[in-house]
């Protein structure tokens, strides 16, 4: 349990301290006997057999996908009293961040352990409960969720798929094609989005088998080759009315409550993806020599692995703080809440904006790795015999499935402005206050704290007041109409995203000094110096891009002076710090923190 139960996008108008938020040096006993037993299994299991798992040799993934059910690492989130261990948020994040090293498996895995898994355990009945639930989470059974259609993708609500009640009142009658769907050509259950009425947008839960429901063809796909990706066809599928998942018309709740965890989870992820790719990355460096030296000695390709660390620490951070985020907000909930879908969509619901954070974070983390991964192993990296041609093609996905980046971007502020308006959280008091603060402020008369990440804390609070000085103008100069302006919509995402990740860092970090002190933190200290100094400017840039979008003449000129004296900054010595967090994977041969 962390100290304070934060309400969501609070973040940006509340200035928390480090003891408030989880970070991954408070894992207990337990959670790390998890990320062991995960870990292990990928390691020992899943990677001698990624060429046999993408090449799609029979048995292979469903072998292990057994073996993953008998560890127990399928049933994190299935409660006990159906057969899974019922384990806590960060327990998942921990298991799918392992997972997320597990190159086409984590396809698998991820869309099993998440959507084609939750939907029953959040709005199943209690016979469905009984019925499906022990074997998902021994993997006895695999899940598959299908909503995305031919004609209807990031606008899920526009599906086709059409369910019509049988004259007894017995049976739907679903009949429709979707597409693109994972897990599809061994999936024992599907829940399948389709509209009863031609408008009332409803769930279903259809076994394999249920005559009607036919798969097609593997689809051939950049990366996740091991993964299987198929339509999926309905014709004239008669659903008993029992398999209803939860009620008629309301499947939209199922859908983007269980949307917000695969978002959060694919930001756990894309971790053990990242952390791989600079694993691969320095173990090849070290050892590739070059002019008679390794390439690891080399300041370019130094900087290249401390770039990925140090951004990968900050997403780390996030994700581990939104996973005590959902803890805390879980613990609050009675164990008949516990057992209410609507309760329980409700308390992730909460954290919408830090989830999607979480997924754009984690995905450009992970591709920005990926891509350095290949850079760092030259041509050898281009070659499909080394892991690191994999590595960029699998990540590829993650920006486009649980909802595109894009869709993401424009979920953030507009989630938050929302929230404003209804008032639970005082964003416009809080942007008003700036806009007046800004007219007597001047950075002279700051006093930076004089203690390890002093500096830093001060730009994170500068980087909220940008945030609050930008949303606060876009909603008084747009109003409604801001939904239409998705460049600064983007733009507004983007620099809440730098800040939940760089406040992520700081506290982190700060929490981790109180613990062994100073010296013992230099790493930690290093990179999130590096990822304040990286972001902030762009951040500043990003701002002047908005407000000369937003305003012109003197006005135009007043808010860029607020924004230049708020983004006032003296840089360290970036080259000085990136060079410490090199330094240390390169000691340890490993994403060290
Ligand atoms: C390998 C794979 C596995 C998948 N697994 C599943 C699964 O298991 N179940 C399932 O239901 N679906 C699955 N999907 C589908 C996936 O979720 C969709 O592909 C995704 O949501 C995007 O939809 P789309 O492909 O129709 O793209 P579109 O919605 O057509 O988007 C095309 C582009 O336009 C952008 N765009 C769209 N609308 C807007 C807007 N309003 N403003 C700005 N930009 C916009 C998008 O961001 C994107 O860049 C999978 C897809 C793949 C490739």
């Known amino acids: 349990m962390t100290k304070k139960l934060f309400a969501g996008a609070e973040f940006l108008v509340t200035d928390p301290n480090p003891a408030d938020i989880f970070t991954p040096e408070d894992f207990t006993e337990e959670h790390r006997l998890i990320r062991d037993t995960a870990r292990d299994f990928v390691k020992d299991d899943i990677e001698p057999n990624a060429e046999r798992i993408d090449a799609k040799e029979e048995g292979v993934a469903l072998g292990l996908f057994a073996k993953a059910g008998e560890l127990g690492l399928l049933g994190t989130d299935v409660p006990e009293e159906y057969g899974g261990l019922g384990l806590d948020k960060v327990s998942t994040t921990i298991v799918t961040e392992a997972f997320g090293n597990s190159g ?13 898994t939750l939907p029953i355990v959040w709005f199943g009945t209690e016979a469905h409960k009984q019925k499906y639930l022990a074997k998902l989470a021994s993997g006895e059974w695999i899940g598959a969720y299908c909503l995305t259609e031919s004609g209807s993708g990031s606008d899920a609500l526009a599906a086709k798929a059409k369910a019509v009640l049988s004259a007894d009142g017995k049976h739907y009658i679903l009949n429709g094609e ?3 769907i994972t897990n599809a050509g061994w999936a024992n259950t599907f829940v399948v989005y389709a509209k009863v009425d031609g408008d009332k947008f409803t769930g279903f839960l259809i076994e394999a088998g249920t005559p009607g429901l036919t798969t097609g063809r593997e689809e051939h796909k950049l990366g996740m080759h091991g993964s299987s990706t198929r339509t999926v066809i309905l014709e004239d599928v008669k659903v008993p009315v029992e398999n209803v998942l939860y009620e008629v018309g309301k499947g939209h709740k199922i859908a983007f409550n269980v949307l917000n965890i695969g978002r959060w989870k694919l930001g756990a992820g894309s971790l053990g993806g990242a952390k791989g790719a600079i694993n691969g990355s320095i173990q090849y460096a070290k050892q590739r020599i070059q002019f008679d ?3 690891a000695s080399f300041g370019m390709i130094r900087a290249k692995i401390a770039d990925m660390t140090m951004r990968t620490y900050a997403a780390e951070s996030a994700v581990y703080r939104l996973a005590g985020m959902l803890d805390d907000r879980m613990a609050t909930l009675s164990a008949q809440d516990k057992k209410n879908g609507e309760k329980l969509a409700k308390a992730v619901e909460e954290y919408a904006v830090e989830c999607s954070i979480a997924k754009v974070l984690g995905s450009e983390v992970l591709s920005y790795c990926c891509d350095e991964y290949v850079q760092i ?10 892991p690191a041609e994999r590595y960029y093609r699998d990540s590829r996905i993650n920006r486009i499935w649980e909802g595109t980046n894009e869709i993401n971007r424009m979920l953030i502020p507009g989630t938050i402005l929302r929230r404003a308006m209804e008032g639970r959280v005082n964003l416009l008091g809080a942007a008003q206050a700036v806009a007046k603060e800004l007219i007597e402020f001047s950075p002279m008369g700051v006093q930076i704290p ?8 001060h730009c994170v609070k500068m980087m909220k007041k940008i945030a609050l000085m930008l949303a606060g103008l876009a909603a008084q100069k747009y109003g409604p109409k801001l939904s239409e302006e ?5 733009g507004l995402a983007d620099t809440v995203m730098d800040i939940f990740a760089a406040e992520s860092a700081v506290l ?5 000094i109180a613990t062994v002190g100073a010296d013992k933190a230099k790493g930690q200290i290093a990179a999130t110096e590096l990822f304040i100094d990286t972001t902030l400017p762009i951040l500043e840039q990003r701002g002047k891009r908005l407000l000369t979008h937003m305003e012109k003449g003197d006005m135009l000129r007043t808010q860029l002076a607020g924004l230049r004296k708020l983004a006032k900054y003296q840089p ?5 710090r990136s060079r410490i967090v090199a330094d240390l994977v390169t000691e340890r041969e490993c994403y060290p923190f």
């Open 377 to 386: 192993l030259g041509g050898y990296g281009y070659i499909t015999e080394y």
């Open 486 to 490: 998705q460049e600064i919509l983007a």
């Open 572 to 576: 360290i010595d970036a080259i000085d």
């Open 508 to 512: 982190r970090t700060r929490k981790i």
């Open 450 to 457: 004089d203690e390890p990440l002093g500096l830093q804390g």
């Open 293 to 295: 030296r390794p390439i």
């Open 104 to 116: 086409s498996f984590a396809g698998l895995h991820g869309a099993h352990t998440g959507i084609g």
């Open 178 to 180: 979707k597409i693109f």
